[in-house]
């Protein structure tokens, strides 16, 4: 227990605040190092050195290779790490939570543990995609039927916008030149928000597996939570990528991507949409809550200090 509390690593009133991060950034055919707090990207064309605490997550493109000391420095800094494929995305790794507080995941796992209460906040996020509708009255059935509906009207809606040839949803898993250039941004654009949707839900401490809507993967609440975002920015970033050309249209709809987050500040968003999904509405978060606090729980939900024997003169 003392272990823990005694860390000698940074705390997170020292690292940046994960709505204030850089929502990701790419590399690809380069070599990363790290230099004191930064790390540092060498490819062609020189080197560049990154502040690895103003990193959201981290995409590490084809030809990648990343030392020890680079991984280390953003598991410290909790940015997220993705190891991108030449024709897709795939989430592995993730840093440490900022907070050293387990109130969300705690709330997280309350709330998923009541099949009322998870339907509620599966509402709630139905509520935060289409504000214009109300979910109170809808079972899990009508909530996914109208879910449904309202992203094929957001698909027929961006393509009669762009003027991009649509014939509706077409993947193939582990295929993806199989896909017309419109499912192809789109797979792209939704596997990047993935990433980012990882990375903020690892940073505050919640369960990527916990799930409200999606279930059964180990990144079950990922996925929620990436998809509060689909109809608004990621849909319309990968229709405005496929209107320019069908040529790498991948790394188009990432970049167009990137620039739609940082201008709406999308992980701000994330990080108090999560807040307002899974806490109360009165909860507040303590002054020290950042800091290492470790306690045990005793009896009638009371909680004590730990790193202390707390045996009794009981005869054994």
């Known amino acids: 227990m003392t272990t823990v509390s005694q860390r000698a ?9 994960t709505a204030n991060r850089i929502s990701f950034v790419y590399f690809e055919r380069c070599t990363i190092h790290r230099d004191a707090n930064a790390i540092t990207v060498q490819d062609a064309e020189g080197v560049t050195h990154i502040p690895s605490a103003t990193i959201g997550t981290l995409l590490l493109g084809p030809g990648t290779r990343i030392t020890h000391q680079a991984m280390s420095v953003l598991g410290e800094t909790g940015a997220g790490v993705v190891w991108v494929g030449e024709q897709g995305v795939r989430y592995y790794a993730a840093g440490r939570a900022l907070s050293r507080s387990a109130s969300l995941a705690q709330a997280q796992a309350t709330c998923w543990a009541n099949r ?14 289409f504000p214009n509708e109300d979910p ?3 079972t899990r059935k009508e909530l996914l039927g109208r879910e449904g509906h309202r992203v094929k009207e957001c698909y027929r809606a961006q393509a009669q916008r762009t003027g991009v040839p649509w014939q509706g949803r077409r993947y193939t898993p582990g295929d993806f030149a199989a896909s017309d250039p419109a499912n192809q941004a789109i797979t792209a654009a939704a596997q990047a928000m993935y990433g980012v949707a990882h990375a903020v839900v690892a940073a505050l401490g919640c369960s990527p597996a916990l799930g409200f809507v999606h279930s059964g993967h180990e990144l079950s609440f990922v996925l929620d939570i990436a998809d509060l975002y689909k109809t608004d920015i990621a849909i319309p970033a990968a229709f405005d990528a496929a209107a320019i050309s069908p040529e790498d249209v991948g790394a188009r709809t990432r970049r167009a991507l990137r620039d739609r987050i940082n201008e709406v500040r999308l992980l701000d968003r994330i990080v108090n949409d999560i807040h307002e999904l899974l806490l109360p509405a009165d909860f507040t978060t303590a002054e020290d809550d950042a800091y290492d606090e470790v306690t045990l729980q005793s009896d009638h939900g009371h909680h004590v200090a730990a790193g202390l024997n707390h045996a009794t003169d009981y005869s054994w």
């Open 136 to 138: 109170s009255g809808y």
């Open 9 to 17: 690593t940074a705390s997170p009133r020292e690292l940046t605040r």
């Open 116 to 129: 009322r209460a998870r339907l509620e906040v599966a509402r709630a996020m139905y509520r935060l995609r």
